[in-house]
Each structure stands twice: as C-alpha cells, then as structure tokens.
C-alpha cells in the first residue's frame, strides 16, 4: 500500500501560499436521501447534492500575505496541494466562503489560528501542471 507524507501539504488563497500552516482537511459530502418503499424490510438511499467544507491550522503571522487572503465573509478562490505542489502531484481547485477564523493562543506556546471554509460550487481535482 502506498502512503504519502502530509508534511509536504500547501494551501493556496487567493494566489497566496498560506505561511505557517501545520495542518488542513477537506471534507467532501453527498446530502443523501431515503428513497425506500413500504413493504421493504431494508431501506434505499440516494445522493442529491454534494458538498465540501474545508479547515485548516496555522501559527498566526500577521504579515503572511495567505493568511491575509483569509477575511470572514469573503469568498476566495483556494487550492489544496495535499502532497505539494510540484508537477505531476493531486491538486484540488474550488471557490470558498471563509466562515470562521480563531486564534488560540496560552501563556506556553505560540499563537495559533485555524479556519474553516466552506465550499462554493464543485472542488476540481486535476494535477499540478
């Protein structure tokens, strides 16, 4: 079985690489329904729709120009290199609405920030050319 390394992960916003980022997860979703029938003992589904949410985590730098892309309430165009960005690795393309920003920061640590989007339209896969 082939794994992959997510060390080598990088998100792009708005054309920015988002600085500092130690973590990110795109989640896919198909709004499903029950299509059974009566006198059935099992049931039936089906999709509908489908949908993507996407979170990520930073330390916090004020002067990273990705994470300045990152404005509540704003959409932005965001690509997720989960391998990197090199030729020939996965790329996924989509348009997002930026629905929440956190720091979090304690007396022993460094600033931290995370995000959460939410997708606007189709998440595209395609290679990194």
Known sequence: ????????????????????????????????????????????VDSTQTSWKATGAMFWDPLDAGQGELVVGTKVAVIFYPAGNTTG????TGSALVTSI???QAHDN???????????????????S
């Open 1 to 44: 079985m082939a794994t992959t390394k997510g060390k080598g992960g990088v998100l792009s916003v708005g054309g920015e690489v988002v600085g500092e980022l130690k973590s990110m997860e795109v989640t896919e979703t198909s709004n499903e329904v029950d299509t059974s029938t009566m006198g059935t003992d099992w049931t039936g």
């Open 110 to 128: 460094i600033i931290e920030s995370s995000i959460e989007l939410t997708g606007d339209g189709a998440l595209v896969k395609s290679v990194v």
């Open 102 to 104: 956190g720091r979090q």
């Open 89 to 92: 690795l996965v790329e996924e």
